[in-house]
C-alpha cells in the first residue's frame, strides 16, 4: 500500500482531501484566532497562514528560520516565535491548527517537510544571526522533531535553510513547472527540497553557522552495526537489514526519531519503539516473534536491534501464488492455494494465542506484519502497538481493513484482525468494506465457494466482522452491478448522476473529488481534475456544462498546470479547451508552454513528449493547421532520436501506455498514418520491442511487465494492457511487425478474474477496455468470456453513493470521480462498450471505422 493516501483521509469520509478542510479541523491555534496586528496583514497559504508589515518588501530567496515544536508546547512557540516577529517586523508564516501539525509529523507525511511549525523570512545575513541568537535564548529548553532538510542551529528548536522566500517557478527536468531560485547568473533553478541539508553550490555559508555544520557531522556516537541495506523508511525513522560489527551477527535495526511520526493520539515513533522493545521482552522465546538483542541511543535517535526473520511478506506471499491471478485457474491450482492458505492462518492464530497468553496484544496484524518463508513458516515483525492486554484501549494506528473498528477493545483487537485477515487470503478486498461495509456478505459467499472452503470455515469472519461494523448487515444498499444481469443505460445514467452529485463549483483547489495528485498537479488536469471529467461527461453523451467549463476556464487563469503534459499538465487542459470552443485560453496556454518543450526529456504519453505532440496533431486536424503537424513532427523525430539511445532495462519495469515506449509507439503510428511514411512503422515496431524487453513471459504463457520482484503488472499504464492496446494499432497497419508476435501472450495476460483496482490506468476498467478492442479486431470466445467475467466483476468494487453508483480510487481508501483512477474511467469505458466504438482515450482509433492502408506493407 502507498502509505502517503492515509495522509489524505483525515478530512473526509468519503473522499481524499487535504487535512484542515472541515470546520471542526479548522480551530486555529490561540494565535491564529488573535486580531491581524495594527500594521499588519495577513493571508492563507495553503495549509499556513503567514503574516508580514503590510506593503513590506524582502528579498525574493535566501536563509530562511524554521521553528519546530510538539503537540505539548506548539501554543506557546507559536506565541513567543509570532510576538518576537511582530517586534521585530519580521515576516513569518506558521500552521493553522494542531490537526495540520499532526498530519505534518505523522509517520507517512513527507519526510522534506515534516518538522515545521513556522517559518521565518529575515532581510539578510546580519538579521538572520540576530534572530538566531535571540530566538535561540527565548526558546532555550524547548523540543521539536529534527527538521531533516535544515540545518540545526544548537540544540533547540531552531533550523535554517537557503531557499525561496516567494513563490518563483522554472521549469523542471520534464518542463513541469517547480519552485525556483536564482543561481549566480540571476537564471532561475530548482529550489531542490530533500530529507538531508544541503546547499546550492554558489551560496557560502555564513561564518556563524559553521559551528552548527560541524556539529552536524560529528555527533560524538558510532553506530555498532554496518547497515548492509536500508527495507523501509517513515517520516517516524528506518528499518534496516545490518551487520553487529562484535560478531557478525545479520541483524534488523529499525530507527525511531524523537517527536516525530505521530499518530492520531500524537504518541511518537520513540514511544511506539520502546514498547516494541518491551513487548519483545515479555515475548522472548515465542516462535515466530523475533529475539530482542539490545536497545541503543545514538545521538538523538533510538534503536532496536533484532533477529532478522526469514521470508517475505504475506501479502508477497499472496501476490506469487493467488490462483486467482492466473489466468486459467484449475482446481489443483485451487486446492493447492487453499491448503496452504489455511496452515498459514493456523500458525497466524497459533502465535496470536501465544501472545494473548503472555498477557499482551499484538494490536498491529495485518499481511506486511506476517513473514511466510520458503516452507510456508511464519512469523510475525513490527510489534511496536502491542499492548496490555487487560487495557481497554485499541491503538490509534492500524492497516485499513485490519484495524479494529471503535468498541473493540483489547483481546478483541488481534480477533477481529484475525478474521479480516482470513477474508483477505481468500478474497483480498478488505479496504473496500471501509466504504461499503454491505458487502462483506457477498464477499464471504464468493470466497468460500470459489475456493470450496469447508463448510463453515468463513462463519466467524462473517459473525466477527457484521458484529465489528453493523452496516456490514444492510442487504437493501445493493448498487445496480449487484443484480444479475445489470442494466447497463441505467448504470451508465447512474455514473452520470454521482459523478455530478460530488461536484463542489464552491471550492477553488478541485472541482471534482478523486486521487491524492490532485493536489500536486492540481484540480484542472486530464488525469486527476476537472478536464478529464468534463471531457468524459461530454464524450459519453451526458451534456456540457457551462458551470462548470467556467470554473475550468477560472481555475486556468488563476493557476495555469505547472506541468506541460497531457495527462498531468496543460495539454490535456488544451485539449479540452479546444474541443469545447475555447480557443483563446487554449492558445495561451500553448504560448506558454511552447518555450519549455525543449526541456522535456520524457518520452511518456503521460506528462512527456509523446503526449504533447499527439495533442498537437489533434489540434492540426481540428484547426487544419500544418503548424501543429510540423511541430509534432519535430517532437517524433527527437522521439525517435532518444528511442536509439534508450538505457537498457532496469530493475522495475516502467512499459505500458503512459509510463513506456508504448506512448511513443502510438505517436509513430498517427504520424504514418499523416504522413505515409513506412519509417514511422517500423519506428513504432522498435518502440513496442523496447517496452517488451521490460516484461517477463510467465509459464502460465502471459507477457507482463516486471514490478522489480515476483510481481508483474498487467495494466494500462504500466503493464501488459498498455502495450497490447498500441500493438493492435501498429498491427492494423503492419500485422507481420516482430512486436506483434506477443499480442497473445499480452491478451492471456488481461484473462485473470482478479484486479485490485477498479480504474482506467491501473486497474480493471483499463483491463476490459483493452480485451474489448482486441475482441473487435479479432473474435474470440475466450476474449468474449474475460469482457463479460469483467463486466460482472465490476460489481465487486460498486458503491453506493447518494443513491448512485460510484468506485473507489486507488488503494480503495475513499471514492474518486477522476478519469485515471474512479467513476469517470469506468464511465468511460463502460460507454465505449455500449457504444461500439472502444475510443475510451483521446487518440485511439475510433474502432467502427475501416483501417485505410495508405502505404504498401514493410518488408522483412
Same mark, same amino acid.
Given at each position: 500500500?502507498d502509505?502517503?493516501?492515509?495522509?489524505?483521509?483525515?478530512?473526509?469520509?468519503?473522499?481524499?482531501?487535504?487535512?484542515?478542510?472541515?470546520?471542526?479541523?479548522?480551530?486555529?491555534f490561540?494565535?491564529?484566532?488573535?486580531?491581524?496586528?495594527?500594521?499588519?496583514?495577513?493571508?492563507?497559504?495553503?495549509?499556513?497562514?503567514?503574516?508580514k508589515?503590510?506593503?513590506?518588501?524582502?528579498?525574493?530567496?535566501?536563509?530562511?528560520?524554521h521553528?519546530?515544536?510538539?503537540?505539548?508546547n506548539?501554543?506557546?512557540?507559536l @506565541?513567543?516565535?509570532?510576538?518576537?516577529?511582530?517586534?521585530?517586523?519580521?515576516?513569518?508564516?506558521?500552521?493553522?491548527?494542531?490537526?495540520?501539525?499532526?498530519?505534518?509529523?505523522?509517520?507517512?507525511?513527507k519526510?522534506?517537510?515534516?518538522?515545521?511549525?513556522?517559518?521565518?523570512?529575515?532581510?539578510?545575513?546580519?538579521?538572520?544571526?540576530?534572530?538566531?541568537?535571540?530566538?535561540?535564548?527565548?526558546?532555550?529548553?524547548?523540543?521539536?522533531?529534527?527538521?531533516?532538510?535544515?540545518?540545526?542551529?544548537?540544540?533547540?528548536?531552531?533550523?535554517?535553510? *537557503?531557499?525561496?522566500?516567494?513563490q518563483?517557478?522554472?521549469?523542471?527536468?520534464?518542463?513541469?513547472?517547480?519552485?525556483?531560485i536564482?543561481?549566480?547568473?540571476?537564471?532561475?533553478?530548482?529550489?531542490?527540497?530533500?530529507?538531508?541539508?544541503?546547499?546550492?553550490?554558489?551560496?557560502?555559508?555564513?561564518?556563524?553557522?559553521?559551528?552548527?555544520?560541524?556539529?552536524?557531522?560529528?555527533?560524538?556516537?558510532?553506530?555498532?552495526?554496518?547497515?548492509k541495506?536500508? #527495507?523501509?523508511?517513515?517520516?517516524?525513522?528506518?528499518?534496516?537489514?545490518?551487520?553487529?560489527?562484535?560478531?557478525?551477527?545479520?541483524?534488523? #535495526?529499525?530507527?525511531?526519531?524523537?517527536f516525530?511520526?505521530?499518530?492520531a493520539?500524537?504518541?511518537?515513533?520513540?514511544?511506539? #519503539?520502546?514498547?516494541?522493545?518491551?513487548?519483545?521482552?515479555?515475548?522472548?522465546?515465542?516462535?515466530?516473534?523475533p529475539?530482542?538483542?539490545?536497545?541503543?541511543?545514538?545521538?538523538?535517535?533510538?534503536?532496536?536491534?533484532?533477529?532478522?526473520?526469514?521470508?517475505?511478506?504475506?501479502?508477497?506471499?499472496?501476490?506469487?501464488?493467488?490462483?486467482?491471478?492466473?489466468?486459467r485457474?484449475?482446481?489443483?491450482?485451487?486446492?493447492? *492455494?487453499?491448503?496452504r492458505?489455511?496452515?498459514?492462518?493456523?500458525?497466524?492464530?497459533?502465535?496470536?494465542?501465544?501472545?494473548?497468553?503472555?498477557?499482551?496484544?499484538?494490536?498491529?496484524l495485518?499481511p506486511?506484519?506476517?513473514?511466510v518463508d520458503?516452507?510456508?513458516?511464519?512469523?510475525l515483525?513490527?510489534?511496536?502497538?502491542?499492548?496490555?492486554?487487560?487495557?481497554?484501549?485499541?491503538?490509534?494506528?492500524?492497516?485499513?481493513?485490519f484495524?479494529?473498528?471503535?468498541?473493540?477493545?483489547?483481546?478483541?483487537? =488481534?480477533?477481529?484482525?484475525?478474521?479480516?485477515?482470513?477474508?483477505?487470503?481468500?478474497?483480498?478486498?478488505?479496504?473496500?468494506?471501509?466504504?461499503?461495509?454491505?458487502?462483506?456478505? /457477498?464477499?464471504?459467499?464468493?470466497?468460500?465457494?470459489?475456493?470450496?472452503?469447508?463448510?463453515?470455515e468463513?462463519?466467524?469472519?462473517?459473525?466477527?466482522?457484521?458484529?465489528?461494523?453493523?452496516?456490514?448487515?444492510?442487504?437493501?444498499?445493493?448498487?445496480l452491478?449487484?443484480?444479475?444481469?445489470p442494466?447497463?443505460?441505467?448504470?451508465?445514467s447512474?455514473?452520470?448522476?454521482?459523478?455530478?452529485?460530488?461536484?463542489?463549483?464552491?471550492?477553488?483547489?478541485?472541482?471534482?473529488?478523486? =486521487?491524492?495528485?490532485?493536489?500536486?498537479?492540481?484540480?484542472?488536469?486530464?488525469?486527476?481534475?476537472?478536464?478529464?471529467?468534463?471531457?468524459?461527461?461530454?464524450?459519453?453523451?451526458?451534456?456540457?456544462?457551462?458551470?462548470?467549463?467556467?470554473?475550468?476556464?477560472?481555475?486556468?487563469?488563476?493557476?495555469a498546470?505547472?506541468?506541460?503534459?497531457?495527462?498531468?499538465?496543460?495539454?490535456?487542459?488544451?485539449?479540452?479547451?479546444?474541443?469545447?470552443?475555447?480557443? @483563446?485560453?487554449?492558445?495561451?496556454?500553448?504560448?506558454?508552454?511552447?518555450?519549455?518543450?525543449?526541456?522535456?526529456?520524457?518520452?511518456?504519453l503521460?506528462?512527456?513528449?509523446?503526449?504533447?505532440?499527439?495533442?498537437l496533431?489533434?489540434?492540426?486536424?481540428?484547426?487544419?493547421?500544418? =503548424?501543429?503537424?510540423? %511541430?509534432?513532427?519535430?517532437?517524433?523525430?527527437?522521439?525517435? =532520436?532518444?528511442?536509439s539511445?534508450?538505457?537498457?532495462?532496469?530493475?522495475r519495469?516502467?512499459?505500458?501506455?503512459?509510463?513506456?515506449?508504448?506512448?511513443?509507439?502510438?505517436?509513430f503510428v498517427?504520424?504514418? @498514418?499523416?504522413?505515409?511514411?513506412?519509417?514511422?512503422?517500423r519506428?513504432?515496431?522498435?518502440?513496442?520491442?523496447?517496452?517488451?524487453?521490460?516484461?517477463? %513471459?510467465?509459464?502460465?504463457?502471459?507477457?507482463?511487465?516486471?514490478?522489480?520482484?515476483?510481481?508483474?503488472?498487467?495494466?494500462?499504464?504500466?503493464?501488459?494492457?498498455?502495450?497490447?492496446?498500441?500493438?493492435?494499432?501498429l498491427?492494423?497497419?503492419?500485422?507481420?511487425?516482430?512486436?506483434v508476435?506477443?499480442?497473445?501472450?499480452?491478451?492471456?495476460?488481461?484473462?485473470p478474474?482478479?484486479?485490485?483496482?477498479?480504474?482506467?490506468?491501473?486497474?480493471?476498467?483499463?483491463?476490459?477496455?483493452?480485451? /474489448?478492442?482486441?475482441?473487435?479486431?479479432?473474435?474470440?470466445?475466450?476474449?468474449?468470456?474475460?469482457?463479460?467475467? /469483467?463486466?460482472?466483476?465490476?460489481?465487486?468494487h460498486?458503491?453506493?453513493?447518494?443513491?448512485?453508483?460510484?468506485?473507489?480510487?486507488?488503494?480503495?481508501?475513499?471514492?474518486?470521480?477522476?478519469?485515471?483512477?474512479?467513476?469517470?474511467g469506468?464511465l468511460?469505458?463502460?460507454?465505449?462498450i455500449?457504444?461500439?466504438?472502444?475510443?475510451?482515450?483521446?487518440?485511439?482509433?475510433?474502432?467502427?471505422?475501416?483501417?485505410?492502408?495508405?502505404?504498401?506493407?514493410?518488408?522483412g
Amino acid at each position: 500500500m502507498d502509505m502517503r493516501y492515509e495522509a489524505y483521509c483525515l478530512a473526509d469520509p468519503l473522499f481524499y482531501d487535504r487535512t484542515g478542510r472541515s470546520d471542526s479541523e479548522r480551530v486555529a491555534f490561540r494565535f491564529g484566532r488573535k486580531p491581524v496586528p495594527a500594521g499588519w496583514e495577513k493571508h492563507e497559504v495553503g495549509l499556513w497562514t503567514a503574516l508580514k508589515p503590510t506593503g513590506a518588501t524582502g528579498p525574493g530567496q535566501g536563509w530562511k528560520i524554521h521553528v519546530s515544536a510538539t503537540l505539548e508546547n506548539c501554543e506557546r512557540v507559536l @506565541e513567543l516565535t509570532a510576538e518576537y516577529c511582530i517586534r521585530r517586523q519580521i515576516p513569518f508564516k506558521f500552521l493553522q491548527n494542531r490537526t495540520v501539525l499532526v498530519a505534518q509529523n505523522s509517520k507517512y507525511a513527507k519526510r522534506s517537510s515534516s518538522g515545521k511549525l513556522l517559518t521565518i523570512y529575515p532581510s539578510g545575513e546580519a538579521q538572520l544571526q540576530v534572530v538566531i541568537d535571540e530566538l535561540s535564548e527565548l526558546l532555550s529548553g524547548e523540543q521539536g522533531p529534527y527538521i531533516l532538510s535544515d540545518l540545526r542551529c544548537g540544540t533547540g528548536p531552531l533550523y535554517v535553510r *537557503y531557499g525561496g522566500f516567494t513563490q518563483r517557478l522554472c521549469p523542471g527536468p520534464n518542463g513541469e513547472l517547480v519552485l525556483a531560485i536564482e543561481n549566480a547568473e540571476g537564471t532561475l533553478v530548482p529550489d531542490e527540497r530533500r530529507p538531508v541539508f544541503s546547499v546550492p553550490e554558489w551560496i557560502s555559508v555564513p561564518d556563524f553557522l559553521q559551528p552548527h555544520i560541524e556539529a552536524r557531522k560529528g555527533n560524538g556516537d558510532t553506530l555498532p552495526y554496518q547497515v548492509k541495506s536500508p #527495507l523501509h523508511f517513515s517520516n517516524g525513522g528506518g528499518v534496516y537489514l545490518a551487520r553487529r560489527l562484535v560478531d557478525d551477527q545479520q541483524v534488523v #535495526l529499525k530507527e525511531a526519531r524523537p517527536f516525530a511520526g505521530l499518530d492520531a493520539e500524537g504518541t511518537d515513533a520513540v514511544t511506539r #519503539l520502546h514498547r516494541e522493545r518491551d513487548a519483545l521482552r515479555t515475548l522472548a522465546g515465542i516462535p515466530g516473534v523475533p529475539r530482542l538483542y539490545e536497545d541503543f541511543t545514538v545521538w538523538e535517535h533510538h534503536f532496536l536491534a533484532m533477529q532478522h526473520m526469514p521470508g517475505g511478506t504475506l501479502g508477497a506471499w499472496q501476490a506469487a501464488n493467488y490462483p486467482l491471478v492466473d489466468p486459467r485457474p484449475g482446481e489443483a491450482e485451487v486446492a493447492g *492455494y487453499r491448503g496452504r492458505a489455511l496452515a498459514i492462518l493456523a500458525q497466524v492464530e497459533r502465535i496470536i494465542g501465544a501472545i494473548h497468553e503472555r498477557g499482551l496484544v499484538f494490536g498491529d496484524l495485518h499481511p506486511n506484519n506476517v513473514l511466510v518463508d520458503d516452507e510456508d513458516r511464519v512469523s510475525l515483525i513490527d510489534f511496536e502497538l502491542a499492548f496490555d492486554a487487560e487495557l481497554k484501549r485499541r491503538p490509534a494506528l492500524g492497516a485499513p481493513g485490519f484495524a479494529a473498528p471503535a468498541g473493540r477493545v483489547g483481546r478483541e483487537v =488481534d480477533l477481529h484482525a484475525l478474521q479480516a485477515l482470513r477474508l483477505f487470503l481468500f478474497l483480498p478486498l478488505n479496504r473496500m468494506l471501509l466504504l461499503a461495509p454491505e458487502k462483506l456478505d /457477498h464477499y464471504v459467499s464468493v470466497a468460500g465457494a470459489r475456493f470450496g472452503l469447508p463448510a463453515g470455515e468463513l462463519d466467524e469472519v462473517r459473525t466477527t466482522l457484521y458484529r465489528d461494523n453493523p452496516r456490514a448487515a444492510e442487504h437493501g444498499a445493493n448498487t445496480l452491478l449487484d443484480e444479475e444481469k445489470p442494466d447497463w443505460s441505467a448504470v451508465r445514467s447512474s455514473l452520470v448522476r454521482a459523478i455530478l452529485a460530488s461536484a463542489t463549483p464552491q471550492r477553488e483547489d478541485r472541482l471534482f473529488p478523486g =486521487d491524492i495528485e490532485t493536489f500536486t498537479s492540481g484540480g484542472t488536469t486530464f488525469a486527476h481534475g476537472a478536464a478529464g471529467v468534463l471531457h468524459t461527461l461530454a464524450a459519453v453523451g451526458a451534456g456540457r456544462f457551462p458551470e462548470y467549463e467556467q470554473w475550468l476556464i477560472d481555475a486556468v487563469r488563476r493557476e495555469a498546470p505547472r506541468r506541460p503534459g497531457f495527462f498531468n499538465g496543460a495539454h490535456g487542459v488544451v485539449h479540452v479547451l479546444e474541443q469545447f470552443g475555447h480557443s @483563446e485560453l487554449a492558445d495561451e496556454l500553448l504560448a506558454e508552454y511552447a518555450p519549455v518543450l525543449h526541456t522535456v526529456h520524457d518520452h511518456s504519453l503521460f506528462g512527456g513528449l509523446s503526449g504533447i505532440a499527439l495533442n498537437l496533431l489533434d489540434l492540426a486536424d481540428r484547426r487544419r493547421d500544418n =503548424d501543429f503537424r510540423d %511541430q509534432a513532427l519535430l517532437l517524433g523525430q527527437r522521439l525517435a =532520436d532518444k528511442l536509439s539511445l534508450a538505457a537498457p532495462p532496469g530493475p522495475r519495469g516502467r512499459a505500458g501506455l503512459c509510463a513506456g515506449w508504448s506512448g511513443p509507439a502510438l505517436l509513430f503510428v498517427r504520424l504514418f @498514418e499523416r504522413t505515409g511514411e513506412p519509417e514511422w512503422l517500423r519506428l513504432a515496431d522498435s518502440a513496442l520491442l523496447r517496452d517488451l524487453d521490460e516484461c517477463v %513471459q510467465r509459464p502460465n504463457g502471459t507477457v507482463q511487465v516486471r514490478d522489480g520482484g515476483l510481481r508483474t503488472l498487467p495494466y494500462l499504464e504500466v503493464g501488459s494492457a498498455g502495450i497490447a492496446l498500441v500493438l493492435g494499432e501498429l498491427s492494423d497497419h503492419l500485422p507481420e511487425a516482430r512486436s506483434v508476435e506477443s499480442l497473445p501472450g499480452l491478451h492471456t495476460a488481461l484473462l485473470p478474474e482478479f484486479v485490485i483496482f477498479p480504474g482506467l490506468l491501473a486497474g480493471r476498467a483499463g483491463v476490459l477496455a483493452t480485451l /474489448h478492442r482486441a475482441r473487435q479486431r479479432t473474435p474470440d470466445a475466450e476474449l468474449d468470456a474475460a469482457v463479460s467475467t /469483467h463486466l460482472r466483476r465490476l460489481g465487486w468494487h460498486s458503491v453506493s453513493y447518494q443513491g448512485e453508483l460510484a468506485f473507489p480510487g486507488t488503494e480503495l481508501l475513499r471514492l474518486s470521480m477522476d478519469l485515471a483512477t474512479g467513476t469517470a474511467g469506468v464511465l468511460r469505458v463502460l460507454a465505449g462498450i455500449q457504444d461500439g466504438h472502444g475510443a475510451f482515450l483521446p487518440f485511439l482509433r475510433d474502432q467502427r471505422q475501416p483501417v485505410k492502408r495508405e502505404v504498401p506493407l514493410l518488408q522483412g
